[in-house]
């Protein structure tokens, strides 16, 4: 190798090798490439010490400008003095006719951090630097991922809402028959307590045949707020169909506890309801089971034995709950 004559301009090496250097023989920086000043934000680069600015971290065991120009050039990685966050720069060298060296850096593989770090762009580096192609492919890659990301967050929120809509009574906002199905399934399977609550509405037939299906309507988006002001964040408000509604209360096993949601749904649908001109009147007739009447609990027996319970409280004169343990108690002492 032998040594080379700076003859290019400095605005000739600033284009060409945005990241050289040039350093004199006594070590003082004579030159400094545009984007390597842009690193070093707040420090003259030019006139000042090579190793004031710089260590040497290859070659190995070079501590002292002198032993790297004894070399007549090669690789040098170079760390920024008291600022280790910062990482090393990679580059090669060779010494200058007068004594000195042309250092030409890179930011090698670290090269899309430092992007995002000093805030760096396509000018700052050469037109000719692997790094540009790098930097392409990255920006090509981010913006496919962000599409596919894009993509992806569609697509789950289209799942979602087909779900939603699936496990959705479109008139009313509640649960429907088949997100009943799956809740029960859950809490069985996690062997958790709770109770159905199973309503039958009285006098809904009155309201279609007199007012028509517009007034039946309303009347069931109201039956719908009356039923979700009962429940908790793990309850569930079916519309099983028709006018038949269920409310799937869990950890709620409690019989005083469920005589008093179903009373409280009992009054609140006995509120005479207008619409138009019209006012509707309806009341309800409910039926009770919990789950711990099973040894082992069976939602399709104990959807039953609500709406068996449901029927005894329309057979007794309607606008009443029922508990289904009533009933089996009776049946009991019936059968002594």
């Not at 605005?11 to 400094?32: D, H, K, N, R, V």
Request: charged share 25%; hydrophobic share 45%; with cysteine.
């Amino acid at each position: 190798m032998t040594t080379i004559q700076k003859t290019l301009s400095d605005a000739a090496l600033a284009q060409l090798m945005p990241m050289s250097m040039c350093i004199s023989g006594e070590g003082m920086i004579t030159f400094a490439g545009p984007t390597l000043n842009k690193i070093c934000p707040g420090r003259e680069l030019v006139g000042a010490h090579v190793l004031e600015v710089f260590e040497v971290k290859r070659p190995r065991g070079t501590h002292a400008l002198a032993q790297l120009l004894k070399q007549l050039g090669g690789q040098v990685h170079l760390g920024f003095v008291g600022q280790k966050d910062k990482g090393t720069l990679r580059g090669v060298w060779a010494r200058t006719e007068d004594g000195g060296a042309v250092i030409n850096l890179s930011f090698g593989i670290g090269v899309v951090d430092a992007v995002s770090t000093y805030d760096l762009n396509l000018g700052d580096f050469a037109p000719t630097d692997l790094a540009v192609e790098m930097l392409y492919l990255v920006e090509a890659k981010s913006a496919v991922t962000g599409e596919l990301n894009s993509l992806t967050r569609r697509l789950e929120n289209a799942r979602n809402e087909a779900e939603k809509r699936a496990f959705t009574d479109t008139l009313t906002g509640l649960h429907n028959r088949r997100a009943m199905d799956a809740a029960l399934a859950r809490l069985i399977d996690g062997a958790r307590d709770f109770a159905l609550v199973h309503i039958d509405l009285d006098f809904f037939k009155q309201v279609n045949d007199t007012y028509g299906h517009a007034a039946g309507d309303h009347v069931l988006v109201h039956v719908a707020k009356v039923l979700c002001a009962e429940i908790e964040e793990d309850d569930l408000a079916v519309r099983i169909g028709g006018d038949e509604f269920l409310l799937i209360l869990a950890d709620c096993v409690s019989r005083e506890a469920l005589m008093k949601i179903a009373l409280r749904v009992i009054d609140g649908l006995e509120v005479p309801i207008d619409f138009g001109d019209a006012v509707c009147r309806i009341s309800a007739s409910i039926g009770i089971a919990q789950s711990t009447l099973y040894a082992e609990p069976n939602a399709d027996r104990i959807l039953a034995d609500t709406d068996t319970a449901t029927y005894a409280s329309k057979h007794a004169g309607r606008a009443q709950a029922t508990m289904f343990e009533d009933l089996k108690s009776q049946q009991k002492q019936a059968a002594v």
